[in-house]
């Protein structure tokens, strides 16, 4: 048996978990989540309060117990969030996922958290946008020009036929940089907004992936038949569509539990008497099943709603480990972890 974890690296992660890769397990965790095959319960957030003006930022604990090809696997993603942490040159997400051998228990795999939470969230979206929006060729807007806003370009591309890019950013600095990537790394028309409406109103598939605390896209800036996949209000308090933009569109979710508690983009129109509490259709593992229904016309607006699940760092884990595991020379068919 191994004496201890092996550590994959982000460029490890990349090389084994290409975006065909990463939504065909994604698509596969999310139907057994809303199946009832996951055990996991909402997060947990520590947040310490302020002292001698040192702001110490949160500690999110993400533990579940996920199924992968005939066993079932502990796992936890654990996260402090830096909002300062840019100004250091680095992600304001920083932590590790663990994952532990199905037999024995033992710590099997660590992986760095960020590059995990990166790849798997664009993952789901290119699944939900599968899932839910029109096909054929689209423009694909994108606000944020982050890693997630990179991430969510190369995932789009993987499941639907993009034929102009639109990016918006508070920063426009880093708008075009995102640009002159998209134009290098996939060859993609691509322009640069001055506003997000700009950027949105003619686009099938918009991804909004800011670190935006108020909401910055509105209802009359999404057209019919488009597809939102919001990811950047993953915490409580935050919001990236207005309260007009979810009461008239049908909202999808990746977890109904997880929204009931965290989910502003839903709780604020709610109390703001705009949506009942049952608004959201489903969720996006049972429409994947056939469970609920997904898109009913050409004209209707859907809405993604991505908080985050530790089911999804958890396969994604169990994957990239078991690929790793594969490269160098295990025996895919076997029990691979055991030395």
């Not at 993603?77 to 992600?91: A, M, Q």
């Not at 939470?117 to 993952?123: G, H």
């Not at 907004?193 to 109103?201: D, K, S, V």
Request: charged share 20%.
């Amino acid at each position: 048996m191994s004496l201890g974890p092996v550590f994959v690296d982000s460029t490890e992660i990349r090389e084994l978990f290409p975006p065909a890769t990463a939504v065909a397990a994604m698509r596969e965790v999310m139907r057994a989540f809303s199946a009832g095959e996951v055990t996991q319960p909402v997060r947990t957030v520590l947040r310490p309060p302020v002292r001698d003006g040192v702001e110490p930022g949160l500690f999110g604990s993400m533990p579940a117990h996920v199924p992968f090809e005939g066993q079932r696997w502990f796992g936890i993603k654990s996260v402090v969030v830096r909002e300062d942490n840019p100004l250091r040159g680095l992600p304001t997400h920083v932590g590790t996922v663990t994952v532990f051998a199905p037999d024995t228990g033992m710590p099997l795999a660590v992986l760095p958290a960020d590059t995990v939470t990166e790849l798997r969230t664009a993952a789901v979206s290119a699944v939900a946008a599968d899932a839910l929006a029109l096909p054929g060729p689209t423009t694909l807007a994108i606000a944020g020009a982050g890693a997630q806003a990179r991430a969510h370009v190369t995932a789009m591309a993987a499941v639907r036929p993009i034929r102009r890019v639109h990016i918006w950013s508070r920063r426009p600095d880093s708008a075009g940089k995102l640009a002159a990537w998209v134009r290098a790394e996939h060859g993609l028309d691509v322009e640069v907004c001055g506003t997000l409406a700009e950027a949105t109103r003619e686009a099938g598939l918009i991804c909004t992936t800011t670190a935006a605390k108020d909401p910055v896209l509105n209802d009359e800036d999404v057209a019919p038949g488009a597809v939102v996949c919001a990811v950047g209000a993953c915490q409580p308090g935050a919001r990236e569509l207005s309260s007009h933009l979810v009461a008239r569109s049908t909202v999808v979710l990746d977890s109904a539990e997880a929204a009931a508690q965290e989910a502003s983009e839903l709780l604020v129109p709610l109390r703001e008497g705009l949506i009942g509490p049952d608004h959201a259709r489903g969720e996006l593992g049972a429409v994947l099943d056939g469970r609920v229904p997904g898109r009913q016309d050409e004209r209707e607006r859907m809405v993604y709603l991505s908080l985050g699940l530790a089911a999804q760092d958890v396969a994604a884990a169990v994957l990239i480990a078991k690929l790793r595991a594969v490269r160098a020379g295990a025996d895919p068919g076997a029990e691979w972890w055991v030395a």
